[in-house]
């Protein structure tokens, strides 16, 4: 009788909340490898966290590998923010092919011998795609026009066109020049360069014109991410590396970055009163102090305690995402 009364008093709902409490909770940072695409990973991140809970800023190609920053759980009310920040690359552009992608997973659309392409007219043309531009992305990017996916209206055969936007390449380095001989005979220049530019910049666009502008054509061979704002490939894991560490039982389980050093890495921080923290809490817009930077900042509690990301609006905190 004893044990039958046990039994009907267990919650087997509250359980399972409490366990999901006890998951991981904040960023992990991917080392990406060729021929995943985003959403391949976040496939693999939640089989390891054990969650549908997990997103990611900024979307790297099959192609490219380096950093990804996904989010798991709470974490995901970051990545939308994360997305909008600064991204580093290197990358390999070669001078003298044209491809139907903008990058060496298309079909060479035409080609033209780059041999006799000097140093000083590419650090020209360099020149002129860096700073503040206007960019076409390529067509088989995901930008949306009219509702629509490029690449769908791409590879669905369509003619259109999409509209430049405005981005920012605030560098972009030419460290090696590098003479070959492609395949179909045409002789061409890889350059293996690093570029820092803002979200929404496509690389392969850059490879694409600096190709146009030296009369060559141009596409990109290779890319690697090495930073997204902050978080830097030399704290990226490899999804083999996260997996070891899921497996092994003496271990942690799966590493991540805990949500309150994953948002004072990446935004400026607001350290608030028992006051304000229960103000906040409760809704209520107060008075932000003069802050560096801007975008949202991250609000901490008394205890260190992500509490929001709010931003500035006529000198009072509006919410953008709470925490806690």
Not at 305 to 317: C, H
Request: aromatic share 4%; glycine share 10%.
């Amino acid at each position: 009788m004893t044990g039958n009364t046990n039994r009907s008093t267990r919650r087997p709902v509250t359980n399972r909340a409490a366990k999901r409490q006890q998951g991981p909770d904040g960023l992990v940072i991917v080392d990406k490898p060729s021929g995943f695409t985003s959403h391949d990973v976040v496939a693999k991140l939640r089989g390891m966290a054990r969650t549908r809970r997990v997103g990611h800023a900024g979307t790297l190609d099959p192609m490219a590998t380096g950093v990804l920053v996904l989010g798991i759980e709470r974490a995901t009310k970051l990545l939308g923010h994360l997305a909008l920040t600064e991204k580093e690359y290197v990358a390999t552009i070669r001078l003298g092919q044209n491809t139907v992608t903008d990058d060496a997973e298309g079909e060479i659309t035409s080609s033209a011998d780059a041999s006799g392409v000097t140093r000083e007219a590419i650090d020209a043309a360099v020149a002129e795609l860096s700073g503040d531009i206007m960019q076409v992305p390529s067509k088989v990017s995901a930008i949306k026009i009219d509702g629509k996916r490029s690449y769908a209206r791409a590879r669905s055969g369509e003619d259109f066109e999409i509209p430049a936007r405005p981005v920012t390449v605030s560098s972009f380095v030419v460290h090696h020049v590098h003479e070959d001989t492609a395949q179909d005979g045409t002789e061409v220049l890889d350059l293996l360069v690093t570029v820092v530019c803002s979200s929404g910049t496509y690389v392969r666009a850059l490879a694409r014109d600096l190709g146009a502008a030296l009369g060559t054509g141009g596409h990109l061979t290779a890319l690697r991410r090495t930073r997204v704002g902050p978080y830097k490939l030399d704290g990226a894991r490899t999804l083999e590396q996260l997996q070891e560490a899921v497996d092994d039982p003496a271990g942690g389980g799966l590493p991540v970055m805990p949500l309150a050093d994953a948002a004072a890495a990446a935004f400026p921080r607001w350290n608030v009163d028992e006051k304000q923290a229960r103000l906040l809490a409760n809704g209520v817009r107060i008075d932000m102090p003069p802050l560096e930077g801007s975008g949202p900042v991250a609000v901490f509690g008394p205890d260190g305690r992500l509490l929001a990301l709010v931003e500035d609006l006529k000198g009072r905190a509006k919410s953008v995402a709470v925490f806690g």
